[in-house]
């Protein structure tokens, strides 16, 4: 890719995050590639399928737009899965009698028919249950710990550590944390160490993986061996749990989920938010994976930045000997590179090329020119609804049960319509979701309360002040 492209593309992205919102591209584009640009032509790359179809289905035309905003002779946007170097972990292999496939439409989408075929015993009772890739690089040897995410990564060495018998000390283990902060390496770290005895059986899935398997097992009439099969393993781990979609397979892994942690099996997931923000999930599917431990690995600080940076050019140098970054260039890619570990490993990547390439050393100049797309602006504090509540009660002196509460008293009503109104100019969420987050009120309260508020501090200083403040600590 040219130094041009890049630039296009920076742009392109930074279109579509103000077009779509922070969430919804952390969610859906964040990790998307630019592939190449031919004539009229883009061609973009995700990591998996579910991806592609979502964006496919959903975004085409807003990507396209995008990018008509920068080239206007642009007028077609290809999706594809890029593939990497990628190995299976070893899991039990259970016979079945037919192999589910799943097919894709004429325009890519993935089609709602799975074709079984005849063919001999398979090495799973459904292809999910071999497992999603798995990176042989997302070990515990190659994660680095930091202040940020200790908790994470020591919760995670006790589940790996772990004997099949044992008690277990917390279940399940919820991980979550923005996009490129090392949910996804832990994840897998646990399931290498897992796997790499035969006394546990450890199986990886991406929550994609979980759903085309259940679909294909109901397809073809295979749906009890299938739940067998899952609730006989010892260590479960789900991937991008934020994807999890459909009543139905949303049930069945609430049964699943009963099912092994009643059996005292271990469960571990990550998602790109806490269990109570998964609003497409079921009530009863968040309370559960509340109910264990939850931890968020925060954003990477600049001394951890620089250990990851050094962790990367020491992997790069078991191939290339002779690769060399200087200090002063670390120290810059960990000053200016703030935004996550993928940028990180990609400016390595870059540096890399760059200079083996055009056999030139690395040099601060190199890269500041190599790296300048990586550099974002430091984005606003993601504001939670649960942060709004728990700041404006300890401004009012009231609970935050009270502001769920049905209580109509003076003392409650007022705050919880500023906490209702701060939700709604803070946050991303509509009139229905923050109304459900306040005790399933109706979205026309919301908005009464958004306007009263509103009308309120046009005229009112002391509660312009009051609003002024609040926003000031939720912030800060």
């Not at 919804?24 to 579910?50: G, I, K, N």
């Not at 993935?110 to 075929?117: D, G, H, M, V």
């Not at 954003?299 to 140098?317: C, F, M, N, W």
Request: proline share 4%; with cysteine.
């Amino acid at each position: 890719m040219t130094n041009v492209e890049q630039d296009r593309w920076s742009r392109v992205k930074g279109r579509l995050r103000s077009s779509v919102g922070e969430d919804v591209y952390s969610s859906w584009f964040a990790r998307m590639d630019l592939e190449s640009v031919q004539d009229e032509s883009v061609h973009l790359s995700v990591p998996t399928r579910f991806l592609k179809s979502w964006i496919q289905a959903h975004y085409a035309e807003r990507v396209l737009t995008c990018w008509q905003a920068e080239m206007p002779q642009v007028h077609r946007v290809d999706v594809t899965v890029r593939t990497a170097m990628r190995v299976n972990a070893p899991v039990k292999e259970v016979a079945a009698p037919v192999e589910a496939r799943r097919s894709e439409g004429r325009d890519g989408r993935p089609s709602s028919e799975l074709r079984a075929t005849a063919i001999a015993p398979v090495s799973a009772t459904h292809e999910a249950l071999g497992g999603s890739p798995l990176d042989p690089r997302l070990t515990f040897g190659s994660f680095v710990v930091g202040r940020s995410n200790t908790l994470a990564h020591a919760a995670a060495r006790q589940v790996a550590e772990g004997r099949r018998g044992d008690s277990v000390m917390f279940n399940p283990l919820y991980i979550h944390a923005g996009v490129g902060l090392g949910k996804t390496h832990l994840l897998q770290a646990v399931t290498w160490a897992g796997n790499s005895g035969a006394e546990r059986k450890v199986l990886y899935l991406t929550a994609e993986k979980f759903m085309y398997g259940f679909v294909a097992a109901l397809k073809t009439q295979t749906a009890l061996a299938f739940k067998e099969a899952l609730r006989g393993i010892d260590v479960l781990v789900i991937d991008d749990m934020q994807f999890l979609q459909g009543k139905t397979t949303q049930a069945e892994f609430c049964h699943t989920l009963n099912a092994l942690i009643d059996a005292g099996r271990q469960v571990v997931i990550a998602a790109d938010r806490p269990p109570a923000d998964l609003e497409s999930l079921d009530e009863r599917v968040r309370s559960r994976l509340a109910g264990g431990l939850v931890v968020e690995m925060g954003s990477l600080g600049e001394e951890l930045r620089l250990g990851i940076l050094k962790s990367r050019v020491a992997a790069a140098r078991a191939h290339h000997a002779t690769f060399e970054v200087p200090l002063p260039v670390l120290d810059y890619l960990a000053r200016t590179i703030t935004h996550n570990g993928r940028d990180l490993e990609g400016a390595i990547n870059r540096l890399l090329a760059h200079s083996k390439l055009n056999a030139t050393p690395v040099t601060l100049e190199m890269a500041e020119r190599e790296v300048r797309d990586l550099i974002r602006p430091m984005e606003p504090k993601r504001i939670k609804i649960e942060d709004i509540q728990r700041v404006v009660a300890r401004q009012y002196n009231v609970s935050r049960s009270d502001l769920l509460s049905s209580r109509r008293t003076a003392n409650v009503v007022r705050p919880r319509q500023v906490a209702m109104y701060l939700a709604k100019t803070l946050t991303l969420r509509s009139l229905p979701e923050i109304g459900r987050r306040f005790g399933g009120r109706d979205h026309t309260t919301v908005l009464h309360a958004v306007r009263k508020i509103e009308a309120l501090v046009g005229k009112d200083v002391a509660l312009q002040d009051e609003v002024e403040s609040l926003k000031r600590q939720l912030q800060e």
